[in-house]
Structures are given as C-alpha cells and as structure tokens.
C-alpha cells in the first residue's frame, strides 16, 4: 500500500504550468507577425512594436483582474465606467500649476478604483443577485459620475506627468515600454498566486461550486469581494497608463468599450466564461493578439472594421473551444 | 458500551421562518459506533446535520461534545471540534482534482505556498487506510470520477482530518448496489476505527446491516432512540411511518395534543 502512495507522490502530476489554449496562442501571435513581417516590412521595428506593447498594457492589465474575476464565476462589465471615472479624475489632478506629481496621481487613481471596486465588490459578495446585474448597474452609475467630475467636454493642458508609462522615450528602458513590463510583472505575479497558493486555489474553487466551497470552509465573500476590489486597483493603474498614452486632451470617451476588449481578450485567452477554470497568462497573450490584429488591419491600410470581424471570430473559435474542452472531460 | 456520546444534543428546536422544522430533538452519537438517523422525506435529518455543522443556527437547545458544551457556529468551527461532515448534495468542486478537493479550506502550505507533495502523500495514505483501490490518479479532476468515487472522496475528505465524529447524510442514495456496498464497508470501518458516525439513510437493510443504534426522526420531532438489535424492520418502518410503534415512540396523540391546537376547541 505505502509502494502505490509512494509511486503516486514520485509522478507528481501537477496540471501543466501553460494551457493548450496558450501554446496555440502563441503559435498564432506568431504567424500573425510573421505575416505583417513580410507584408509591412515597417511592421518588426521598435517603432512599430512599441507603440503595440503600450496599448496592449492597459487592456492586459485589467484583464489579469477580469479572469480572477471570471474564474470565480463572476464578471465586471463596468470596467469601462471606472476607467473613465479613475482616468479624469487623475487626468484633473495633474493639470494646473500646483499639479500632483507621477506617485501621488498613480496613488489617487489606484484608491479611486479601489473604492469603485469596493462598491461592486460588496454588492456582489452580499447582496445575492449576479455580478453582471449589478456591475451592468454600476457601470451606468460610473460613467454618469465621470461625465459629472468631467463637466465640460474635455479636460485639457495635462502635462506629462506620466510619461513614465507613455509611448516616448521616457516610457522605456532597454527599448521596453514600463506599461508593458509592469503589466508582464503583475501578470507573472497573479499566475504564482493562482497556482501555487490557498487563496489562489479557492478562486477556482468559488468557481467551481460556491456552496461547495463555503462548506468546505473557504471564505466565498470575502474572497469574491477581494477578486472586484483588485480589479477597481488595476483599473487605477490601467488609467494611469491610458493618460500617459494619449494627447494632452482627454476626452469622454475615454474607457468607453474597454470592457468588451477586456473580457474578449480573457475568452480568447482560454478563461471559461462559466467560471472555474482560467489563466491571467492567456489573457495576457489574448490581448496582444487582439492588440497585433488592429495593429496590423490598420498597418496593411484595411479597413478597421475587419479588425472587429477577426476579434469577433477569435472569441467564437476560443469559445468553441471551451464548450469542447468541457464535453471532452465529462465524458472522460 | 462507551457510556460517555462523543456528541450529544439535548433539546434542538430549529425553525424557518413561521416553519418549525425541529422540535426538542435530542440524540447521541457514541464513539465505535454507527447511529442510523432514519425518517420519512422532509423529517427534517439534513436539517439537522446542518444545525450540528454550523451551517444553520439552533434557535433552543445545546450540543454537547466530548461531555462539554460547545457553539458551532460555522462549519470551520465543527471541524475544529472534529466533526466532519458528508452532505447529501456532494460538496466537491468539479474543476478541481481529488487532492485538492480533500484539502478544500485546509489546504497544506510551506510559507505561504501550497506544499502540493504533503497534500499527495497525506491523500494517498488516507485513501489507502480507507483500503480505497478504485481511483487511478490523484490528480484526477472529481468532474471525471463516478458516483461511487466521488462519495469515497467525499468521505475520505472528511476523515483525513483525525475527525472523532463524521456524519453522512444519505451516503449511498445515488449508487449502485456493488458502490453501496463499498461505502457501507467504509462507514463500518470509520466505526471501528474508533470514530463515532452517524448514517442517514432511507434504506432499512442498509440501516440493519451497519448500525448499531437507530434513532428515528417523525416530522422534526425526535421518536426514539434505539439499540438496532432491540428492534425490528418493521418496528423502526412504524416508528418512521407513524412516529410510534407499541411502546415506543412518540405518546399518541390524545386530546390533550390538540387542545394545543385549538384553545377551549370541541372534539
Ligand atoms: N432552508 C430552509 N428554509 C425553509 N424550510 C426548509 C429549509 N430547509 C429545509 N426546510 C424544510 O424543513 C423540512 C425538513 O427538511 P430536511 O431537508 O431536513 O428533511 P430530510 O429529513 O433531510 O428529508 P430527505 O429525506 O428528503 O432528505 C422540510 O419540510 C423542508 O421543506
Ligand atoms: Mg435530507
């Protein structure tokens, strides 16, 4: 008896550390490059990459949070709003003579985000209805409170305070975007997390079977209210990245449709939609995909309508996927 | 036998709303042995388990274990006392694999980092002194395993914590008779080993195969309390059915019972 329990510990299967799904995505990031490559010649020069990596930054970011979050079985559909709310409020405190500086607005736009977390957080955890009626709820209710702190059309004159975590050369070392690496960072962080400690597991669990959970002795809303609480952060962050890559002017479209390309670059990364399963690094890899897709539509002088078509199909194929993938192992 | 119960409740009303579920419901489990908990649909037995795991709270009564008085609260602070329960809508996580799933809320750690080959070998060992042979790897997820499987791993989760009490709530309602019988076998040993369990089940060969006490619950009130050899099949179908049988049970119910239900009311 003590052979077989020893023989099983020596195997020590452990799911493997990538997904399928992220090996594929690499595959195609890939040939996707490969192909602009050849087309555009322009397309693998740090001038034409760079740029790719800083917008893919902020969409990753908060997507590291969007897949904790989906993973429990939930989903933040107001993360649109809150970049709009994080980004002009910190986009204000920057401007004028006696304007904060690059710690204090990073800070300002991180506790704001963190409050509006905590607002879908706590609604979530304890008021029993489902995430998406309540961030649906909340998302009108944050953008009527950026249009509100907006008040004029545009805030405008910011100065480049966080040019840090812009697209010029203050915003890289060794040629990296910091948006990007610190995206890379924070994304290599929550993978060690989701894998290798308690907390991390019992996301999954939550996602798997909340009642199950509970009973087993995993605590479901705080662990719930910490997955919304951590997104309203990375929103903050993410903010801070999307004013570091604009103009001087920051307009009310700002976060506008985020969550949209949020939550397709976590379904194209392999996170299951219904919860329980799911990786921050193949949301990472879905949002460079669908980043390199734009990139590349609007490089190859197409339309960039036809970028939405790919990404569109993307999502369906990544979907697919998942619904076999689940097929597959029931029938196991 | 053992004159002490491991757990014992005296006194246990619990209600929903305007609904009384449980009426004064006393019971005992004893140390090395199986007390059956039997009783029609809606009885209120999974109600009970739920009120000695902490999941619901006790509106009136105590629950005494080891001999002192203890307040459960949740479900951690039942497995702290080592009770350790198998609920009847099977509490595992499909996404997650056997091992992971025994540890659910427990897991093991080094520093902060899940000690993964602990957490294997802990698994394997109480899967093996559970003479378990049936599941081929422990990383396998629970979603894949069959019915019988999931209820071993349900059960080996809750003794792989030195539990002195474990309590399953209709372990083999959803098994074929080769699978009950496996479970039947594991319950018996639990109680060999010294532990104290209690078996709900519908089943009366099942009850008379494994227990050693019966305790009969009629509509949330407790009937009788029984040593299995004293009783028939048909003695506990009555008690079950109809609340008593002979002398035992639950008096009948004369007027005086329902001149509570209607005060100063014509019979
Ligand atoms: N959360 C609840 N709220 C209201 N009523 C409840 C609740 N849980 C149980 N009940 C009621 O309490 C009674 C006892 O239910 P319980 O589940 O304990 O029965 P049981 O003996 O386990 O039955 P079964 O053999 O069918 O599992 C039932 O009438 C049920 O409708
Ligand atoms: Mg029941």
New binding site residues.
């Given amino acids: 008896m003590t052979a077989v329990a020893e023989a099983k510990i020596k195997r020590r299967v452990l799911p493997s550390p990538v997904t399928g799904q992220e090996i594929v995505l690499v595959g195609v990031i890939v040939v996707l490059w490969a192909a602009l490559a050849v087309s555009t010649p322009a397309f693998l020069t740090a001038g034409s990459i760079q740029p790719l990596l800083v917008a893919t930054a902020p969409v990753a970011l908060v997507g590291v949070a969007m897949t904790i979050v989906i993973i429990t079985g939930g989903i933040d559909v107001s993360v649109g709003g809150a970049i709009m709310v994080c980004s002009v409020l910190t986009a204000k405190a920057l401007v004028g003579t006696d304007g904060v500086s690059l710690g204090v607005a990073v800070l300002l736009s991180i506790a704001a985000g963190g409050l509006l977390g905590l607002v879908n957080g706590v609604l979530i955890a304890y008021g029993r209805v489902h995430a998406i009626i309540i961030t649906f709820g909340t998302a009108n209710l944050f953008m009527f409170l950026g249009l509100r702190i907006f008040g004029s059309g545009t805030v405008n004159g910011i100065p480049a305070t966080l040019a840090f975590f812009g697209r010029g050369p203050d915003g890289r070392t060794l040629g990296i975007p910091h948006a990007f690496l610190i995206t890379l960072v924070i994304t290599a962080v929550a993978w060690w997390y989701l894998r290798h400690t308690a907390g991390g597991r019992h996301f999954f669990a939550i996602g798997g079977d909340a009642q199950a959970a509970r009973l087993a002795g995993v605590r479901v809303q705080r662990r719930v209210l910490l997955a919304y609480v951590l997104t309203g952060v990375l929103v903050g962050l993410a903010s801070c990245f999307v004013i570091a890559q604009g103009t001087s002017t920051l307009d009310q479209s700002v976060g506008s449709g985020k969550e949209l390309a949020v939550i397709a670059a976590v379904v194209i990364g392999g996170t299951s939609i219904m919860g329980g399963r799911g990786s921050v690094l193949g949301t990472l890899l879905g949002a460079l995909l669908v980043q390199s897709v734009a990139s590349g539509v609007t490089q190859l002088g197409w339309r960039s309508q036809l970028s939405d078509l790919f990404v569109g199909i993307f999502i369906i194929v990544a979907v697919g996927a998942d619904l076999l993938r689940a097929r597959a192992r029931r029938s196991r | 036998m053992a004159a002490t119960p491991l757990l014992e409740l005296r006194g246990i009303d619990k209600s929903?709303?305007p609904?009384q579920?449980l009426h004064d419901v006393g019971m005992s489990v004893y140390p090395g042995e199986v007390t059956a908990l039997v009783?029609?649909?809606?009885?209120?037995?999974?109600?009970?388990?739920?009120c000695i795991s902490g999941i619901?709270t006790i509106d009136a009564g105590t629950v005494l274990f080891d001999g002192r008085t203890v307040t459960v609260n949740s479900p951690r602070d039942a497995a702290d006392l080592g009770i350790e329960v198998v609920y009847?809508d099977l509490a595992l996580c499909d996404n997650l694999d056997i091992v992971q799933n025994m540890f659910l809320g427990r897991e093991q750690k080094r520093g902060i980092v899940l000690d993964e080959p602990t957490m294997e070998q802990m698994a394997a060992e109480t899967l093996a002194s559970l003479s378990v042979r049936t599941v081929k790897s422990l990383r396998q997820l629970v979603a894949s395993l069959s019915g019988g499987q999931r209820q071993t791993v349900a059960i080996a989760k809750a003794v792989l914590w030195n539990s002195k009490v474990v309590i399953l709530?209709?372990p083999t309602a959803a098994l074929g008779v080769a699978q009950t019988a496996q479970v039947l076998e594991l319950v018996r040993r639990l109680a060999d080993n010294g532990l104290g369990v209690a078996l709900?089940s519908?089943n009366m060969n099942e009850v008379f195969a494994v227990s050693d006490r019966i305790a009969a619950?009629y509509l949330?009130r407790m009937a009788a309390e029984v040593k299995t050899s004293d009783v028939t099949h048909a003695q506990v179908v009555e008690l079950i059915t109809g609340g008593r049988s002979g002398n035992l049970g639950l008096p009948p119910e004369g007027p005086t019972d329902f001149a509570d239900f209607m005060p100063g009311g014509q019979l």
């Fill in positions: 929903f709303g609904v579920v009783g029609d649909n809606g009885a209120g037995k999974s109600t009970l388990v739920k619901y009847q709530d209709e709900i519908h619950l949330g």
